[in-house]
């Protein structure tokens, strides 16, 4: 370990001290003051290593790491934004709180069927810091693991930055909760540590979660993911944090218990691969046996380019990663600031894949994050003198559905199953009836533990 003189400070960037960053001079005038208004609106925090060795000052706004950093004035309908600094300028507070609630509102803050298809219940409790989507997979959010180094623009995660709902915010902190769950459901095999970001927790705490899972494995749990960000924006996480060995002897020690050890890691650009200190730490989570797996969405202004996506995999697996998803933008947020038609996405992709080697074609892509499961655009194709649009599902509410292949009408403007029509005159998906009967069992069943 480095001694403490050498040993980088995290320093985050907030709305609250955002005048104290050394670049703040190569922001326009007129769009910092636009920035400052939209971060009432969505959350705004990004890292010193972020800002300087991250982005590129002399390419704003452009530069693809300032636009997934920093709040951008588009994000924002023009009237709503007009309105909002009005209400500032003259000083009327509660109107502007009641447009940021409103706004909120308007973004779609819950998609997916967050908040009232995925959370669980025990023993006739609503379990509001876990996840249970797929029969496998379990999610869960430590409460000290609810922030980030820095906030990515795109986040579908934004309403827990923000402070929306918190009577219903994903977090726990009773640590015998998860193995008692796993218990409970033989069928789970795999829970993912997530929030926020678990890696902004100290290692004790991190540690305090993960230990009941150790001692003697609960159920049929043989795989333990963290999703984390961690390594694009603070690396030294991993290296030269006071707690960086102490964080890495509990990865050994999940390793030696049996388990798979998986870091589901967020990089959205090559750029964020591209630091010596990113190689080390990579290098010394690997060490410890455990995999890393790298995943992003495709996003309008950060990555939506085959050569970008292309030299990411490359990297990744250079350095001994794992590509992974290339996901869809999920519809919430600015999602209109970001999404891709989902045609053009597959076009990307299929141009990026061309690029690369069979190593790198472990990646999955492009894919949409959506209430019924995980839906795959499969490529465009012509059937019985129609053009449609073959897609297929690779994790579902149903495990039936799953591997199942399935036509939409051709639609260029597409950017979300909820935007498609099934092909052929059908008048609904193969998965629609069952999907809506699952859902209204699972919200009667929750109605009534709630009363």
Not at 420 to 432: I, N, S, T, V, W
């Amino acid at each position: 370990m480095e001694p403490n003189s050498a040993r980088p400070r995290y320093r985050p960037y907030t709305p609250e001290n955002f005048h104290g960053l050394p670049q703040i001079d190569k922001i326009p005038g007129e769009r910092l003051r636009s920035m400052k208004l939209i971060s009432r609106i969505l959350p705004f925090r990004v890292s010193s290593y972020v800002t300087d060795e991250l982005i590129d000052w002399n390419r704003i706004p452009d530069d693809p790491i300032f636009q997934l950093t920093f709040p951008q004035p588009e994000m924002i309908a023009e009237a709503d934004l007009r309105l909002l600094r009005h209400y500032v300028r003259t000083g009327n507070e509660p109107a502007a709180s009641a447009l940021v609630r409103k706004t909120h509102q308007a973004m779609n803050p819950h998609p997916a069927g967050q908040m009232d298809l995925n959370v669980p219940m025990l023993d006739g409790e609503i379990l509001t810091g876990m996840q249970h989507k797929y029969p496998e997979t379990v999610l869960f959010f430590p409460a000290q693991g609810q922030t980030c180094h820095s906030y990515c623009t795109y986040c579908f995660r934004w309403p827990q930055f923000v402070g929306l709902d918190t009577a219903f915010r994903f977090a726990c902190n009773d640590e015998a909760l998860l193995p008692r769950y796993i218990l409970a459901h033989p069928e789970v095999t795999d829970v993912l540590f997530t929030g926020g970001d678990p890696m902004v927790m100290h290692a004790k705490l991190l540690r305090k979660y993960v230990a009941p899972l150790l001692g003697e494995k609960p159920g049929n749990l043989h795989s333990i993911r963290f999703g984390t960000k961690s390594l694009a924006y603070w690396p030294y996480r991993f290296t030269t944090d006071k707690d960086a060995d102490d964080i890495l002897r509990l990865f050994d020690d999940i390793v030696a218990a049996g388990y798979h050890l998986s870091i589901m890691a967020h990089f959205s650009h090559p750029r964020e691969l591209s630091t010596a200190v990113v190689e080390k730490a990579i290098a010394r989570i690997r060490a410890t046996g455990a995999q890393i797996r790298c995943q992003a969405p495709l996003i309008r202004h950060v990555n939506a380019d085959a050569g970008v996506w292309a030299a990411m995999w490359k990297r990744q697996v250079a350095l001994g990663a794992v590509p992974y998803y290339m996901f869809m933008e999920r519809d919430t947020g600015p999602v209109g600031y970001f999404s891709v038609p989902l045609v053009e996405a597959f076009n990307i992709f299929t141009e990026a894949y061309r690029e690369v080697s069979g190593l790198c074609r472990t990646v999955r892509g492009p894919s949409m994050s959506a209430s019924p499961g995980k839906i795959l655009m499969e490529g465009v194709a012509e059937v019985g003198g129609e053009q449609v649009m073959v897609l297929k599902f690779i994790q579902g509410r149903n495990p039936e559905w799953v591997n199942q292949v399935f036509f939409a009408a051709y639609d260029a403007k597409a950017h979300w199953i909820d935007d498609l029509k099934p092909a052929f005159g059908k008048k609904q998906f193969f998965y629609e009836a069952d999907y809506l009967r699952l859902q209204d069992s699972l919200r009667r069943r929750r109605q009534g533990v709630a009363a």
